[in-house]
């Protein structure tokens, strides 16, 4: 318990490490992953066929190889970017793939009738879309959007490997010089994380309920 | 009417201005393709002397081990992690709160903690040498990890049933045991079972993590050979490419499973790894776990 008091300034540090990892990782990531999802669901051919490779790519390939690709890769192309940006490209690159299959699966949710009675109702296009399809699309998506940003905080544990203090990587340091208070160091640490994952998925939870039909 | 809820189906014009954009896509992607390719050209990452590790006997043979161990401790871990997740999955379901809550609290403790951060913190417990403490500090973690997400498929599996399973088997007079075992546990596994195959793809590309406890497989493996080379980039690719098939040759698997053994009831792996969701999902796509 103590070790942790002492180094409650390190903890908090490494939480902001970790925290900015999760923002901006998981912002690209929406970012880029809607660009993908768009491709992939759009009418054109070539566009669906490049966003089917890239996430079948990108999905089945382990995080850390990413990260190894990116990290010692941008550097012989003359990219010296410091340490947080490689990390933070390599987990947008892996993290979109899944934000794009779960946007796609959750436009793939509404059943194509919706489309066809709204249109039968005299509704345009536009109004189609605003009125009946999205808002539908919008909620199916919260979900599986949750999950993806919970599993990115995790995965953000990696970046320990690749040079940044980040929780998992001061946990580490803590554990080399206080090996007889492992169970705490660890349990503090845990909790840190605990904490991001239970904001994202009660605010994923308020936002469900807020547009649930009623 | 189209064949997508997101547009009409396309007029004469509107097809023209598809094709076009499809021709100035192909450019574009081409060009970034190109621009990729001449760039790693540029760097050398072609010469042959960095790929020839890979036509080497000694570096093939040395990697085919690597991924044997990975293989072996992906089995070792899944196995694990169903037995695991089997015990705790029907904890949660049980009628006594003693037995309920605290495998509630393991569940969603070992879910919303980093995987890698167990496996630190396992390596650390068992002492931080490589070798067999580094193996079984991954194969740990997999087992704690992996068997809380199982627990959670095996919950929404059970919950997937029809209660009628459960009250026939109850007006025929069975003990709760027996309904578990020969009523609701034979019938909800053909419903995980694509799930849990999701999940082992997950497994399998988490094993990569023993990179980091200096445990054998395939990217400890990995690791020498681009420190003996210089060739990390051309490393990490041949990598990726035997990730990547493996992952879709068991994605094929799960597909399989599904159309043989669950039909439509489909538990979504990506929203059962997420905490404090409602995890039972009966349609959407595929789901491949993070």
Redesign the interface.
Known sequence: MDVLIDNADLLLAAFGVTLKLVVVAGLLSLAWGTVLAAMR???????QL?GGVYV??F????????L??IF??LP??GITWGYFWPNVIALTLYTSS?VC??L??G??????G???AS?SLGMT?GQS?REV?LPQAFRAVV??L???L??L??????V??FGLPD??AR??DL??DH?SD?IWI?FG??LA??VI??VI??I??IIERRWRVA | MAASVLFDAPGPKTRARHRLYAVISTIALAGIGALVLWRLWIAGQFDPDLWEPFVTPRIVNALLWGLGQTLLMAVVAVLGAVILGFVLGIAKLSDHALVRWPSWLVVEFFRAVPLFMLIIGTWYLLGPQPGGNGYWAVVIGLWLYNGAVIAEITRAGIAALPRGQAEAAYALGMRKSTVMQLILLPQAVKIMLPAIISQSIVALKDTSLGYAVLAPGLTFIGKQVFGEFRNIIPTALVMAATYIMLNLLLTWLATWAQKRFAGEKKIEVTTVAAVGLSSAAESGAPGGGL
């Open positions: 669901v759009g009418p054109i051919r070539v566009l490049a079948t790519l999905r089945n390939t382990p995080l850390l190889i990413i190894l690709l010692f890769g012989k192309f899944f299959e779960a796609r699966a436009v793939n949710s509404i059943p194509l919706q489309a066809e249109r296009f879309m399809i979900p599986p949750a999950s993806v919970i599993a905080t995790k995965n953000t544990s990696l320990a490997i929780l998992t946990m580490k554990l080399t090996a492992l660890f640490f845990a994380y605990v994952v239970e998925s009660l994923a939870t």
